[in-house]
């Protein structure tokens, strides 16, 4: 079992739709939950970046952390075009935490106009 | 400030060949790594090294090789490269490894063919 669960998608919605991207995860020592995004042929981008449990709110996008249930989300409101792009969820951190960072495998989002 | 840059962005190679992925950061950055990204398995840690003159394993370190040349730059060798290192690499740094400032940065990556 990978440590960091992530559905690949495609997902495909129409644009202004919300958009919600999910990872589980095993490791209960996991503090710091990230959220990349990556368009096709770039490298990644941090887009969210949550210390612990709880929500984090930037403009369209909200991150949630719920550690009891080693659950974390990532919501797109007013989906655009632009959005289009694959998003990565990273974690890390535990008694050595070396910042090592651990990907789930990413989900590819389109949203059509 | 160019961030994080790799050279090359493409190569093909054959099978046996050996090469090296060249990295820099011009953000002052004390940690820095190497990932590779195949499809449906996310980015996967190849090396990293923490600090200036420390490397280590990641999670597949297998056939690579690494230098930290100095703080700004990090390269990746493959010795016997091998078709199973097709892929696409991508070198990422961070102001420090651990705690709150470990957000990692990336390169444009390098795509690499290995026939």
């Known amino acids: 079992q990978k440590e960091v669960e992530q559905d690949p998608g495609p997902l495909s919605v129409p644009e202004g739709a919300i958009v919600s991207l999910n990872c589980t995860y095993s490791n209960s020592a996991f503090q710091y939950f990230m959220w990349y995004r990556q368009y096709s042929r770039k490298g990644p981008e941090l887009l969210m970046y949550?210390?612990?449990?709880g929500n984090k709110e930037d403009g369209r996008f909200t991150a949630q952390v719920d550690k009891s249930s080693k659950y974390i989300s990532l919501f797109i409101r007013d989906s655009q075009p632009s959005d289009s792009a694959t998003y990565l969820c990273?974690?890390?951190?535990?008694?050595?935490?070396?910042?090592?960072?651990?990907f789930g495998q990413g989900t590819t989002l389109q949203v059509k106009p | 400030n160019a961030g994080v840059t790799q050279t090359p962005k493409f190569q093909v190679l054959k099978t046996g060949q050996s090469m090296t992925l060249q990295c820099a950061q011009d953000?002052?950055?004390?940690?820095m790594y190497w990932y590779r990204q195949d499809p449906g398995m996310g980015l996967r840690l190849i090396y990293y090294?923490?600090?200036?003159?420390?490397?280590d394993k990641g999670e597949v370190p297998n056939g690579y090789n690494v230098s930290r040349l100095n703080k700004r730059e990090f390269s990746l060798r493959l010795e016997s490269a091998a078709p199973s290192q097709t892929s696409v690499y991508f070198c990422?740094?961070?102001?420090?490894?651990?705690?709150?400032?470990?957000?990692?940065?990336f390169g444009p990556g390098t795509r690499l063919t290995v026939l």
């Open positions: 990422a740094s961070s102001r420090s490894s651990g705690g709150l400032y470990n957000e990692q940065f």
């Open positions: 990273a974690m890390s951190g535990g008694s050595s935490n070396t910042g090592k960072l651990i």
């Open positions: 953000m002052n950055h004390n940690s």
């Open positions: 090294s923490a600090s200036e003159g420390t490397t």
């Open positions: 949550t210390y612990s449990s």
